[in-house]
């Protein structure tokens, strides 16, 4: 990891967030373990058309490619098809969590896309995981500011390098969500990370399906008005 993410920068990040334009243009998505950024636009569905009339939505892949070992493992547990290659991740978590090898390039590739633009994030699952470290990062001033952060499927970052950034409230105005089927992430998980924001700011919703990112229904209709409440600022 560059030195910068290692110290706590100390920009207010309530002057960087009234520094935002008024409108934001950009949704970052990003996608799940062994996922990749095609395989995420497809996993949308319907939802996609209904983002795209709201702002443009940027697919990011993932740096680093999944072993064999670990998507094996993954979907020995994911009780679904297997989703078409490249296998990437953000990270490769060591077994405890506490070191996320890879970070330093995944942190870059954020940058870069955040960089020049206002952007929200959505992620589902490892991308969740990487959304609220995201959030963090930006509120000290190591990341570009963003808007809002949507995360479905996710649980609280563990990594050491991370930890500084998560010992207070999270400001960022955040949307929860977890399907009642999904037997990846424990309710109580998705509970603890979104107990890290701000609750004036934050909304939980919990939605019928499993480990996946709602495409109709209430989930959906909950992720279109959360991003139309939050990507215009007066």
């Keep these: ?59 990011i892949d993932a740096p680093h490619v999944c072993s064999e070992a670990s998507v094996d493992r993954l979907y020995s547990v994911w009780k679904t098809p297997r989703l078409a290659p490249p296998y990437l991740m953000w990270w490769d978590s060591t077994d405890d969590g506490r070191e996320y090898r890879g970070w330093e390039q995944t942190c870059e590739r954020l ?16 991308g969740a995981i990487l959304g609220c470290a995201v959030a963090a990062l930006s509120e000290h001033g190591e990341l570009p500011p963003i808007r809002f952060a949507i995360l479905v499927a996710g649980r609280t970052p563990r990594a050491d390098v991370l930890q500084p950034f998560l010992k207070g409230t ?60 939050h990507r215009v600022v007066v």
Aim: charged share 20%; aromatic share 6%.
């Design 1 to 59: 990891m560059p030195s910068s993410v290692l110290q706590l920068a100390t920009p207010s990040f309530a002057k960087c967030y009234r520094q935002l334009p008024s409108t934001m243009h950009k949704l970052i998505i990003l996608h799940g373990h062994t996922m990749n950024a095609a395989v995420m636009r497809e996993h949308l569905g319907a939802l996609v058309p209904l983002l795209e009339r709201e702002l443009e939505l940027d697919f």
């Design 111 to 126: 940058r870069a896309a955040m960089t020049g633009n206002e952007v929200g994030i959505l992620g589902l699952s490892q």
């Design 170 to 229: 999270l400001r960022t105005p955040s949307l929860h969500l977890r399907g009642r089927a999904d037997s990846m992430v424990p309710i109580a998980t998705s509970e603890e990370l979104a107990g890290r924001f701000d609750q004036a700011t934050r909304e939980f919703v919990v939605w019928d399906g499993g480990h996946r990112v709602p495409t109709s229904g209430e989930g959906a209709d909950a992720i279109v008005r959360f991003v139309r409440k």
